[in-house]
């Protein structure tokens, strides 16, 4: 097949509804035609879905089920089998590329391997493509996961800094009267304190999970990405 000759290839025009829902009809009667007629309609279809594929792909990356479903919407199977065939065939669709392209976002978006090899997965690419697209970014999973608990928890602190300023002042009048309950006040607050530490862990862990991180790298970041908060409260 070659569509390079058409002069609407690439434009990117679209007509009104009216005309799309002619199309249809028309290639629904064409069905009916014989000989060198129904040839004809048969490549001009695939020459509008070869157009509609190139402009998908001008916008971005796809793999080649992600491109055939979209282009399954408007067009036949048959069209959209041939086309799709000729374009991994000319390398205007390639899944390794598209794996590439996605993992390195959704990496910069702080998600985890397992949300983006389901991802992946459901978008057609198979799972030793997978397997080799996640490999360059094995040994930094952990940093990843890190970085994103340093940054859920100073946006956190960032938070309650307003109402911690506001209670200092009221905390140091009463600190002389409070003087004779310390150690039962020291008791309750050392509670108090690992209610919270648990009660933000437990929020981080369910943070790195919905990003797709395993249970062992959160727990590890969340151990390493608190405390590394904590020297820098003791610090200031």
Known sequence: MSYQGDDDLFSGRRGPRG???NDHRNDRRSLNVKGSSQGSSDQGSEAKCFAA?????AGREYSVKELSAKLLRRFSADA?????????AEGYVCNTRYGEAFCRSRVARGYGPVFIARELEQNGLDSDLIDALLQP???RWLEYAIAQVEKKASRGRSRGA????????????????????????SADQRREAWQRDQKERGRLARFLAR?????????????????????NDDEC
């Open 19 to 21: 005309d799309h829902r």
């Open 53 to 57: 594929a190139v402009r998908l792909l």
């Open 80 to 88: 959209v089998a041939n086309v799709v065939a000729e374009m991994q």
């Open 137 to 139: 970014h094995e040994d």
């Open 162 to 185: 307003l109402f911690d300023h506001a209670s200092a002042a009221d905390s140091e009048s009463d600190d002389a009267e409070n003087r004779e309950f310390d150690e039962t006040g």
């Open 211 to 231: 990003r797709g991180f395993s249970g062992a790298i959160a727990s590890r970041a969340i151990k390493i990405g608190l405390s590394g908060q904590q020297q």
